[in-house]
């Protein structure tokens, strides 16, 4: 592995990683960043064609998660009434040993870029607590832009987000 250019990878979660979602869950840094229970038992047996739930791998080993989401079709409704062909991107880096060293930033950029390419995906939704400035500056880093402040069901978040366009306009730029 070159320290410059890691070799990060996504395959699915399944219920095979129970045990290490719910070790990365217990971790000081997810939960400030995302107090709320996931169902992984349930999640990780189901598959709906709204959600993908994935696992990073650094040269095969597991490094972090990743959730995306179509907002429109997710089932609790989360985002309320939201149009169409947006999708919305969960992450996190498991160890707190693995966080800084730009493994997120590749990790979102393959998310990123797996969203758009589906041609009818128009822009993509992060939703951080607004207390999460690091996660923010981060993902400010990456082109999203700040929306509106929101509470969900009590957790105040940043709404921020990225248009197809910008991304395009970035990737073509750099
Ligand atoms: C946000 C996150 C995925 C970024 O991944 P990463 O590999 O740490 O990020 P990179 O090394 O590519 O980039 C570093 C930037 O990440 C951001 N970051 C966010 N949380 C961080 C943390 N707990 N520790 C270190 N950096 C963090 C910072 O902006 C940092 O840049 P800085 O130099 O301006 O402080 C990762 O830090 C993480 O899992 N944080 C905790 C969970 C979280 O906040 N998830 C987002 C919820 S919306």
């Known amino acids: ?33 995302d107090p709320d229970d996931w169902g992984w038992g349930d999640d990780l047996l189901h598959f709906p ?10 040269d095969g ?3 972090g ?13 989360y985002w309320g009434e939201v149009p169409d062909n947006l999708r919305a991107i969960d992450i996190w880096i498991g160890e707190k040993t693995d966080l800084g060293k730009g493994y997120g930033t590749i ?3 393959l998310a990123i870029g797996r969203c758009f390419t589906d041609e009818k995906v128009t822009a993509i939704l ?3 607590l607004e207390t999460n400035t690091a996660a923010i500056r981060f993902y400010e880093r990456i082109g999203f832009q700040f929306v509106e402040t929101r509470d969900f069901d009590g957790s105040i978040c940043s709404v921020m ?14």
Do not use: G
């Open 1 to 33: 592995m070159s320290k410059t250019n890691p070799s990060i990878s996504f395959r699915h979660a399944s219920i095979d990683d129970l045990s290490l979602l719910k070790h990365w869950d217990e971790q000081p840094h997810v939960i400030a960043s």
């Open 107 to 109: 990790m979102m950029n």
């Open 61 to 63: 080993r597991p490094i």
């Open 65 to 77: 998660f990743v959730q995306i989401i179509d907002p429109a079709k997710e089932e609790t409704h």
């Open 126 to 128: 992060i939703d951080p």
């Open 49 to 58: 064609d709204w959600r993908e739930q994935l696992i990073a791998e650094l």
């Open 161 to 174: 987000r990225l248009e197809k366009k910008k991304w395009i306009e970035k990737s073509t730029s750099s």
